[in-house]
């Protein structure tokens, strides 16, 4: 695998470097707590398979929600969809929808130049993690959500959650007591009164916990990783890569080249064996009328070269697509 050998200097942005305690205490808290996983009164076979499947649903929250469906409006689906996206990503404990978005659109303008706010050419650990530690004025602000994410808010429910950003601590911490209530039914049906509290504490550490701190490393590793080690398909003028293990960790988003070559894309697969699984249940919710004007890879939703040539005029939906982009980060 190729690696990058290229550095950065952190974000003036960053400069000079203050904690951002929020940040930095709820990622201590919960990595701590996820440490309870290694008392082995708190393991049982619910509480992991719920640690599993966690963190594929939730994380869809991030893939398909946060990134495929708010950040590059890659499709379009009914508003309780939408919001029910949110909601699993707001679980995963990533901020707030629209945050995350500027964030991200932040790193797309500037991929792996100086105002990334996660380049991994800065070092690896501050892509992975450590630029969540530092205040940054041009990424986590009210300025970047107006330069990056003014759409977002256009919803009035993207609007409240920055309006009352209390909401977003009572929802993540939600699914403590329904996991818990969850885990101690389970427990109590299934093998009486003496298993309600175990299985309860059990699914808590393990379907909350361990999931957080799972679908964390899983979403940094496409900061970090797919920066650093892979292949890369495209010239894209950054140092993204393919890296199948990241695509494996996040049902395709590990396939970075491919996804900074067409950013609008709903699917990241350009090569058979290339596996999207996010894209397939996309198409998932296609079918099910759930979902529509669903973004094919530009090489696909292109026509042949020689059709192309009898027809005047540009790719009028590449255009399309960019112009709602650019008016969507700018209005």
Known sequence: MASVTKSLQVPSATRPFAVNRVYAGTILAVHLLALLAFVPQFFSWIGFWSMVVG????GQGITIGYH???????FKTLPWVEHAFAILGICCLEDSPAVWVAVHRLHHVHSDEQPDPHSPLVTFFWAHMGWLFVNNSKARSLTAIDTYAKDILRDPFYMLLEKRPLMLLWIGMAQVPVYFLAGAAIGWIGWGREAALPLAISMVVWGV???IVAVWHITWSVNSLAHMFGYRTYETGEASRNNWFVALLTVGEGWHNNHHQDPSAASVQHRWWEIDISYYEIRILEALGLAWDVAVPRHLRR???????AVAGPDVEDAVRQV???SSVSS
């Not at 963190?55 to 939730?58: N, Q, R, S």
């Not at 495929?68 to 890659?74: A, E, G, I, V, Y």
């Not at 026509?303 to 040539?309: G, I, L, Q, S």
Request: hydrophobic letters at 40%.
């Open 55 to 58: 963190i594929h649903v939730f």
């Open 68 to 74: 495929r469906l708010l950040t590059h409006r890659s």
């Open 209 to 211: 916990y361990v999931r």
């Open 303 to 309: 026509p042949p070269r020689a059709a192309r040539a």
């Open 324 to 326: 709602s982009f650019e």
